[in-house]
Each structure stands twice: as structure tokens, then as C-alpha cells.
């Protein structure tokens, strides 16, 4: 872990300020110095977390290296990668197939003679069709029989 335990303390310290004098205009001060308290547990735990990934990601390769490495069977697999080796993973080799005739035939024109010529044809859809004209006297019955309820 990087720093030492006063890293901890102080950033407490900083929690338990802040979370105290944020809930001291709206609260009773004893209520205040409680969630002062919790907000120092968090804030002390937190530095600890901190701490922790600051020092892996200063020392990656010590972290790695604590494992034990077994050796191999046989001296014939000097090749292939054991389960152990602190290198495994480090390296991404990855080969892409080679697609030069596809980008040429993406590149080079066309023939207009093979090309389908399908013009343009908007969307028609089918219109509604409405019911036969109501009478007026009907539908001023049906408007106030649906406003009286």
C-alpha cells in the first residue's frame, strides 16, 4: 500500500468536517456528531481502498511476481505458456485476415449495364374509410350524453 495510516487519519479527519458542519444547520448537534463519526468510518475506509488500488497500480509487477511458479513436466514444452508465467497476457497478438480483393472490388466502378434501374415508387397506403354521414340531430344526442356524465 503507498503512505502510511495517517493518510487514513487525515482524510477522516476531512470527512468527519464536512459531514458534520453540512448537518449542523439542520440538525441537533449530537445528531450531527454522529453522522460526523459515520462520515470519518467512510471516509477513513475509502482512504484505505485509495491506498490499495494507488498501489497496485504503482507496482503491477510485484504483485504478479509473489505467485509461485511451478516448473514443467517435461523440458520438450519449453514453448508453450504454463498456467504460472508472469508474462502471460501481456502481449495481444492478433492477425487480420487479408481482404485486398474485397477493397478493390469496392474501389473500382461498376458497369451501368448491371446495375437494376428500379424507379421510385412512394408508399400509397390505403386510405380509411369512413361510415356513412351521421345525422347532425344523432351526434348532438351522443355530445350530451357523453357531457352529462
Excluded: C, Y
Excluded at 390505403?126 to 347532425?136: A, E, H, R
Amino acid at each position: 500500500m503507498v503512505g502510511n495510516i495517517k493518510i487514513n487519519l487525515w482524510l477522516g479527519f476531512i470527512g468527519f468536517l464536512i459531514t458534520f458542519f453540512a448537518s449542523i444547520e439542520n440538525n441537533l448537534w449530537t445528531t450531527s456528531l454522529f453522522r460526523g463519526v459515520l462520515g470519518f468510518a467512510l471516509w477513513f475506509f475509502l482512504a484505505f481502498v485509495l491506498r490499495f488500488v494507488l498501489g497496485i497500480l504503482a507496482n503491477p509487477a510485484s504483485a504478479t511476481s509473489n505467485k509461485p511458479s511451478s516448473p514443467t513436466s517435461s523440458g520438450n514444452e519449453s514453448t508453450s505458456v504454463s498456467a504460472d508465467d508472469p508474462n502471460r497476457g501481456s502481449q495481444f497478438d492478433v492477425v487480420t485476415p487479408d481482404q485486398d480483393q474485397e477493397l478493390s472490388d469496392l474501389l473500382t466502378p461498376k458497369p451501368t449495364d448491371t446495375v437494376e434501374k428500379d424507379s421510385f415508387a412512394p408508399l400509397n397506403p390505403p386510405k380509411l374509410v369512413s361510415t356513412k354521414q351521421q345525422d347532425p340531430e344523432e351526434m348532438a344526442k351522443a355530445v350530451r350524453h357523453l357531457t352529462q356524465k
